[in-house]
């Protein structure tokens, strides 16, 4: 239920589990997965801090390397799934279909500039943790910083969140 609405949903969604659900997990073969089936749309990634974010760039790119969608990218495109840019924060493949010059997927911190920067699909992984939980600052901060994604979601867009509720008070 999580890949179909990840993958096929229209409006923004937020899921929340508890950790160690696997939420990261799916996410990661999903954002794959709509790198190949929708290589017209570019995807901002965020989590809390700039570190976190190369884990789900290193995900994604593994599953990208896959058979499966090397042999996905053959049957919908007949031509082969090649990485053209990867590095700890950015992929981008060459079925992208982009004339802007950003990157098919790139990921941020959440605290990062993301001023200039729009996507058809902003998606969140683990923007509250445990700092959220003990900090009131932290936690309006957090959720200043998330209103601030609405302005870079392009219109008819989505935002797609994947976290766990540590505050009553939080972002979520």
């Not at 096929?8 to 696997?22: E, F, I, Q, V, W």
């Not at 939420?23 to 790198?35: D, G, H, P, R, Y």
């Not at 570190?51 to 919908?76: G, Q, T, W």
């Not at 998606?123 to 302005?151: F, G, H, P, V």
Request: hydrophobic share 40%; with cysteine.
């Amino acid at each position: 239920e999580w890949m179909q609405e990840l993958l096929l949903g229209k409006g923004d969604y937020t899921l929340m589990a508890h950790r160690g659900s696997y939420k990261s997990s799916v996410l990661s073969v999903c954002i794959a997965l709509m790198m190949v089936l929708k290589p017209q749309d570019n995807i901002i990634f965020l989590r809390k801090a700039d570190n976190d974010v190369s884990e789900m760039i290193r995900m994604v790119k593994k599953a990208l390397e896959s058979d499966v969608l090397k042999a996905i990218s053959m049957v919908l495109y007949r031509r082969p799934l090649i990485l053209i840019e990867s590095s700890a924060s950015s992929i981008t493949t060459n079925l992208f279909v982009s004339v802007s010059g950003s990157s098919q997927l790139l990921g941020i911190g959440l605290k990062s500039s993301i001023t200039g920067k729009h996507a058809p699909i902003v998606i969140t992984d683990d923007i509250c943790n445990i700092t959220d939980r003990i900090s009131k600052a932290e936690r309006d901060r957090t959720k200043l910083q998330y209103q601030e994604l609405q302005n870079i979601r392009n219109r008819g867009g989505r935002i797609i969140n994947l976290g766990t509720k540590w505050h009553r008070e939080d972002v979520f």
